[in-house]
């Protein structure tokens, strides 16, 4: 059987045929979807995140919706609606986008609160209940949610219950002018995501997800996370910080990307390198310190810095 850091490569050299120049971030993505959890990102239009989700769902054989979201739509039109059949004098439920294994939710501030309130459910518990009869969503299920951060002009600020519920908030970023060369040379003709293959299957998705949760996770390294995440609420520049779930994400994230690297057990390494991805959209920055321009982004720098890090002597993990 192929190693699992192998599988993993194997979707993002995928991807990357289509995402350039943004290893990283394409990285980032496919370790969520192996912890089974949502993705938002958040960037300028134009930098390829409709791109990216759509090209991971092509790669793993997922099957994928997308949902425009806009101020007139209902949850209905997102979870589905009941709908009475005449011959059998009954009601009907009919499945709405979000009965997908991928779900792409496209500029999300942009509905309604009440809308955006339809996704809770199924983002956490992986089901929606429709008229008071639960319905179970399909396995893998992920949500990749995108926003543009610069128009605030007619959005709905996603509420904190919300941001929590995403395990990372990720940026592309402009590419390089030698990346932007090359997604020039590659679109001239068609757009490589129309010929992209299909890499891996589903119950491999599966199985790569089992296998994240059997990554060693030593006792100091879950101390070091929990102490990272008391951090975040201590901090005099913080309003509200991290919550438990905030830890299990970093955890969970940190277990995927020892995967990647190709060993059974988490370093501090893999912690520091998701902290600001799984934690940053978790903090709510004070008032006062708002005008200072203190963002969540820095406080997590900050907590990164203070907070000592495991080191290894012996084979043992030691506090340094």
Do not use: W, Y
């Given at each position: 059987m192929e190693p699992g850091n192998g599988v993993i490569e194997r979707i993002v050299a995928n991807?990357?045929?289509?995402?350039?120049?943004?290893?990283?971030?394409?990285?980032?993505?496919?370790?969520?979807?192996?912890?089974?959890?949502?993705?938002?990102?958040?960037?300028?239009?134009?930098?390829?995140?409709?791109?990216?989700?759509?090209?991971?769902?092509?790669s793993v054989g997922c099957s994928f919706r997308r949902l425009q979201f806009t101020p007139d739509l209902l949850p209905s039109d997102v979870t589905g609606v009941s709908i009475f059949n005449q011959r059998t004098s009954d009601f009907e439920f009919r499945e709405g986008p979000i009965f997908a294994q991928m779900v792409l939710v496209d500029e999300i501030n942009r509905a309604t609160p009440k809308t955006q309130s339809a996704l809770l459910e199924a983002m956490e518990e992986r089901q929606v209940t429709v008229d008071g009869v639960l319905h179970p969503l399909p396995a893998p299920f992920l949500v990749m949610a995108t926003q543009n951060p610069i128009e605030y002009e007619g959005t709905f600020p996603l509420?904190?219950?919300?941001?929590?519920?995403?395990?990372m908030r990720i940026h592309l970023g402009y590419p390089s002018s030698t990346d932007e060369v090359l997604i020039l040379d590659a679109q001239q003709e068609s757009h490589p995501i129309d010929t992209l293959q299909q890499v891996i299957d589903v119950p491999e998705i599966i199985r790569m997800q089992q296998q994240v949760k059997r990554i060693s996770v030593d006792p100091l390294v879950k101390q070091y996370i929990v102490s990272l995440v008391k951090a975040t609420r201590d901090h005099e520049d913080v309003y509200l910080g991290a919550s438990p779930r905030g830890s299990i994400a970093l955890m969970r994230t940190s277990q995927a990307l020892a995967l990647l690297r190709g060993r059974d057990f988490v370093q501090p390494d893999e912690v520091k390198d998701?902290?600001?991805?799984?934690?940053?959209?978790?903090?709510?920055?004070?008032p006062s310190a708002r005008v200072k321009d203190v963002t969540s982004d820095r406080v997590v720098a900050d907590v990164l810095e203070r907070v000592p890090v495991p080191g290894a002597r012996a084979g043992r993990w030691v506090v340094s």
């Open positions: 991807v990357e045929r289509v995402i350039i120049g943004k290893r990283d971030v394409v990285e980032l993505a496919v370790v969520s979807m192996l912890c089974q959890g949502h993705v938002l990102i958040e960037d300028v239009p134009g930098v390829g995140k409709t791109t990216l989700a759509k090209s991971i769902a092509k509420p904190e219950a919300q941001l929590d519920r995403f395990m998701l902290a600001q991805v799984t934690l940053s959209h978790r903090v709510i920055v004070n």
